[in-house]
């Protein structure tokens, strides 16, 4: 009597499971993406410049270019200092590209993620099926 081959049968199982995971982590990461685009001015991206100017406020936002422009001009004589519409123009700029940075990758995150999981899905069920199969016809030798 010959001893019936599990190698088909642990590889289905494998790939069901490796499929879960990987569905898990890509949930996980699909989440806080979709928050994101809810609020993207207090996202907390791991690409956020620590050492630029707060946009919490136009007010923070100027007290941080007043100071890098204290810094700045220590060794000069004449500091240039913006006047307030040119400080203004500034904080639009720096939010609406902040802003867009957080959509974008935002949305690149959540299209990524989404593929991934439809894959882990056709994967998962594709081969569940398999299983299946190779169950009954396992059973009927």
């Known amino acids: 009597m010959e ?3 599990r190698m088909p049968q642990i590889y289905g199982y494998l790939v069901c ?7 898990i982590i890509c ?4 989440i806080p993406s979709i928050i994101d685009l809810g609020d993207p001015m207090h996202s907390r ?3 956020s410049m620590q050492n630029s100017p ?11 270019v007043l100071k890098s422009s204290e810094k700045g001009g220590e060794g000069s004589v004449h500091s240039y200092i913006p006047d307030d519409q040119t400080i203004k123009a500034m904080y639009e700029a720096a939010k ?5 940075n957080v959509v974008h990758d935002s949305n690149r995150s959540i299209v990524v993620n989404s593929i991934i999981i439809l894959v882990c899905i056709a994967l998962f069920f594709t081969h569940w099926i398999w299983l299946k199969r190779q169950s009954k016809l396992a059973v009927s030798e």
């Open 3 to 5: 001893k019936p081959n």
């Open 17 to 23: 499971l490796v499929t879960v995971i990987t569905f």
């Open 27 to 30: 949930l996980a990461n699909i």
């Open 45 to 47: 991206s791991m690409f």
């Open 54 to 64: 707060s946009l919490a406020s136009f007010e923070n936002y100027k007290m941080d």
């Open 96 to 100: 609406s590209e902040r802003i867009q």
